[in-house]
Every structure is written in C-alpha cells, then in structure tokens.
T-cell receptor, first 114, second 112 residues
C-alpha cells in the first residue's frame, strides 16, 4: 500500500539552529503535501500546504519565513524550521493525498529544541 | 473560522461494549469526513471515510453522517483494549482539495 516516510523521526537541537524535515511519498506521486504540527494532548494543526512547482500556502498565523517549505519533486517535500526556539518543540507530521479520498500520514518527527 | 468539535473525553467503556464517538462541524459545504485513530506518540491512521448521509460499516466500525445536522459519529462494536487511543474527526474543507480540519480528538479507554 501507499506509504509516506519522514526523516528524521526525532531530532534534538540547540536554540537558534535550523532543522530540516523530509517527507517522502514512497510509491506514489504527490503534487500536494500537507504539514501539521501537534502539541502534547492537542489536535493536529495544519501549518501549510506544500505544492510541487510553486510556493507553499501557509495557514493563518504560521510564519512563512520561519517554516520554509520546499516541494522539490513529486515525491519529496521538506520543512525547515529556521532559528528554532524551545516553543517550536513539537511533533511535526506530513501527509500526502492519494486521489481525492485518502490522505496518508507520515510517522512524524519529534523536535526538541533546547 | 471553520471548526470541528469533539468531546475530549476520556470515554471509558468496558471490553465488549459499544463505544460511541461524536463530532460536529461548522463548514456546511464540507463533503468528506474521516475518522482517524492515533496512538500515543504515533501519527494518525485512517479508520473510516464517509461522504454521504447515512451509515457506513467496516468490520467493527460504523460511521454515521448527518449533513443537515452537521454531525458525524463513529461506533465501535465489541470494543477491545487495543482500541484504546485518541480518535480524531477530520472534515474536508469545502473548496480545499484534500485539505482537512481536525477536531481535538476523543480519548477512548477500553478496560478489561
């Protein structure tokens, strides 16, 4: 079946550094991917829609200069958290739709900023 | 602001009972509705999707949709301890291709 992978699964970094998270669709192409953030005991919050070949679309309140998204190919989207701070510590999850009915989620990346 | 509301729970049911999870949404134009299960520390996995009014059954799971009332529910029959998880209701945004809005989730605890 369709699978979405994320790398890394877990990252710990110092405050002020940048962290890149990769999201790959393994056996299907995705012109669109979605990036979510989830804080403990909270629901998934959509951050942005990643569009292959064009700029990402950010949700209200999400800083596009802080969360850089690049959809380099039909199977890869990257999220870079720039100048990360402790409040950026969260569980970041990507998803990719297959057709109009199914959206597959990656396993998530847990980010801890010290 | 499009919203999806769920009771946070926890909903505690004995093993073998029926668990009933409810969700309401604000976007009248929504046409697609999903239930995801999320175990602690893991990403969501799709359980059911439903697009038209009425019931949809898949094994022990039944999704129910009432667009007039803007209400969607999930029934889990013969609940098992392994069903203990957080259940997320997700609603497709009208006009937003594949874009989903999630509820806060209902935590289900099935006790032996």
């Amino acid at each position: 079946g369709a699978v979405v992978s994320q790398h890394p699964s877990r990252v710990i970094c110092k405050s002020g550094t940048s962290v890149k998270i990769e999201c790959r669709s393994l056996d299907f192409q995705a012109t669109t991917m979605f990036w979510y953030r989830q804080f403990p005991k909270k629901s998934l919050m959509l951050m942005a829609t990643s569009n292959e070949g064009s700029k990402a679309t950010y949700e209200q309140g999400v800083e596009k200069d802080k969360f850089l998204i690049n959809h380099a190919s039909l199977t890869l989207s990257t999220l870079t958290v720039t100048s990360a701070h402790p409040e950026d510590s969260s569980f970041y999850i990507c998803s990719a739709p297959l057709g109009e009915e199914t959206q597959y989620f990656g396993p998530g990346t847990r980010l801890l900023v010290l | 602001q499009k919203e999806v509301e769920q009771n946070s729970g926890p909903l505690s049911v004995p093993e073998g009972a029926i668990a009933s999870l409810n969700c309401t949404y604000s976007d009248r134009g929504s046409q697609s509705f999903f239930w995801y299960r999320q175990y602690s520390g893991k990403s969501p996995e799709l359980i059911m999707s439903i697009y038209s009014n009425g019931d949809k059954e898949d094994g022990r799971f039944t999704a129910q949709l009432n667009k007039a009332s803007q209400y969607v529910s999930l029934l889990i029959r013969d609940s098992q301890p392994s069903d203990s998880a957080t259940y997320l209701c997700a609603v497709g945004v009208s006009g937003g291709y594949n874009k989903l809005i999630f509820g806060a989730g209902t935590r289900l605890a099935v006790h032996p």
